[in-house]
């Protein structure tokens, strides 16, 4: 079993609706949640950390589930410019050492 | 005034040769990491410095050899490449050693032919 899986998508999203995505990790002992987002032949960039209590920023909205052991993300009134690969990202021990799931592509179509 | 810089951008190279990636951080970090990004897509560490000292060295051929001559540099040596290196190489900076919030360079595309 990987570390950290995520659906491949990819998830076509007319612009303006909500879509949401989740991925699940192994490690129970995970502490550090986070997505970031890689675009296209570009470097991951972080999007927002995950906390307990779910949390948002603007149009974004994480939530994790340690009884699960999953995290979701769910992106309202998508933009066209949201269309990326979702990166979860979780932490594997100590040192910043971070285990990061194959992404999730999202596609907003006009 | 990037944040991370890598260079070079692009790298293609034929089997045998021995070839360097270079990285280097404005940001004050004191922490810095290489990563590859295979055809899958997967990101997976594979060293990783924090004030010129290794903490992390993943299982990676010793082929590969990281060098930090200060805290704002990390290089990574790749000798004998071999087909399966092709991937794209990112650098990563983080504040501190256990801080999960890393920056990451534009990347390195290595061909091996």
């Known amino acids: 079993r990987k570390e950290v899986e995520q659906d491949p998508g990819p998830f076509n999203v007319p612009e303006g609706a909500t879509v949401a995505f989740n991925c699940t990790y192994s490690?129970?002992?995970?502490?550090?949640f986070f997505w970031y987002r890689q675009d296209c032949r570009k470097e991951p960039k972080l999007l927002m950390s995950?906390?307990?209590s779910g949390n948002e920023d603007g149009r974004f909205t994480a939530q994790l589930n340690r009884a699960s052991q999953y995290i979701s993300l769910l992106i309202r009134d998508s933009k066209l410019s949201d269309s990326a690969t979702y990166l979860c990202?979780?932490?594997?021990?100590?040192?910043?050492?971070?285990?990061f799931g194959a992404g999730t592509q999202v596609v907003v179509t006009p | 005034d990037t944040a991370v810089s890598q260079t070079p951008k692009y790298l293609v190279t034929q089997m045998g040769n021995d070839k360097s990636i270079k990285c280097e951080q404005n940001?004050?970090?004191?922490?810095m990491y290489w990563y590859k990004q295979d055809s899958k897509k997967f990101l997976k560490i594979m060293f990783s410095?924090?004030?010129?000292?290794?903490?992390i060295n993943e299982t990676v051929p010793n082929r590969f050899s990281p060098k930090s001559p200060d805290k704002a540099h990390l290089n990574l040596h790749i000798n004998s490449l071999e087909l399966g290196d092709s991937a794209v190489y990112f650098c990563?900076?983080?504040?501190?050693?256990?801080?999960?919030?890393?920056?990451f360079g534009p990347g390195t595309r290595l061909t091996v032919t």
């Open positions: 990563a900076s983080s504040q501190r050693q256990a801080t999960y919030e890393q920056y």
């Open positions: 490690n129970s002992a995970s502490q550090s």
């Open positions: 995950v906390y307990s």
């Open positions: 990202v979780v932490n594997a021990g100590s040192w910043g050492k971070l285990q």
């Open positions: 940001l004050g970090h004191d922490t």
């Open positions: 410095y924090n004030n010129k000292e290794l903490i």
